[in-house]
């Protein structure tokens, strides 16, 4: 199986923030990584697929890149409505989860 | 705009079957192209796929629960279905219906807002 780590578990930051957030496999999943964001009580919302392509609707501020087996997702200039949980995703071995990093207000 | 809308019993006893279906609204099943998935998560937990479904009846699930489950489609309605047997607590759950994408990866670009099942005597 493949497990996805994502680091950190959770993180403060101010609005106006550059964050960052990793997701490491455990072995090559070329670029079969997709990120979402999820609100309290609310379903997942897909931002980014392919490791980097964003979804349509979804602002430019949130960009993701891969290097090897380690993914990112930065989100820049943080906004009031980014506080949330986010997940990546691989698809390249059956398809499993990261255990999502929360984003929270300093 | 797809629109997709959970149904079923908010209640399961243990060692009984949970069954679920997903309405879907602004997309026709019979068309293709999409796939249709099962996803779940405890309270205060992450996400677990369980499985997908073509309209074809072609179906793909997560290894760690497949002898548990079986999906299901019926197009005249414009639904998918899951039944999940022999539940224990540890399947009490959101489960969310999603519109999936195979293509360069697979991804759910549309999401049910999920219906949360306990399961508890």
């Known amino acids: 199986d493949i497990q996805m780590t994502q680091s950190p578990s959770s993180l403060s930051a101010s609005v106006g923030d550059r964050v960052i957030i990793s997701c490491r496999a455990s072995q090559s999943i070329r670029t079969y990584l997709n990120w979402y964001q999820q609100k309290p009580g609310k379903a997942p919302k897909l931002l980014i697929f392919a490791a980097s392509t964003l979804q349509s609707g979804v602002p430019s501020r949130f960009t993701g890149s891969a290097s090897g087996t380690d993914f990112t997702l930065t989100i820049s200039n943080l906004q009031p409505e980014d506080f949330a949980t986010y997940y990546c995703q691989q698809s390249y071995s059956s398809l499993t989860f990261g255990q999502g990093t929360r984003v929270d207000n300093k | 705009q797809v629109q997709l809308q959970e149904s079923g019993p908010g209640l399961v006893k243990p060692s009984e079957t949970l069954s679920l279906t997903c309405t879907v609204s602004?997309?026709?099943?019979?068309?293709?192209?999409?796939?249709w998935s099962w996803i779940r998560q405890a309270p205060g937990k992450g996400l677990e796929w369980i499985g997908y479904?073509?309209?074809?009846?072609?179906?793909n699930y997560n290894p760690s629960l497949k002898s548990r489950v079986t999906m299901s489609v019926d197009t005249s309605k414009n639904q998918f279905s899951l039944r999940l047997t022999s539940v224990t607590a540890a399947d009490t759950a959101v489960y969310y219906c999603?519109?999936?994408?195979?293509?360069?990866?697979?991804?759910?670009?549309?999401w049910g807002q999920g219906t949360l099942v306990t399961v508890s005597s």
């Open positions: 479904i073509y309209y074809s009846g072609s179906t």
């Open positions: 602004g997309a026709s099943l019979h068309r293709g192209y999409y796939y």
């Open positions: 999603a519109r999936t994408i195979l293509g360069a990866t697979i991804y759910f670009d549309s």
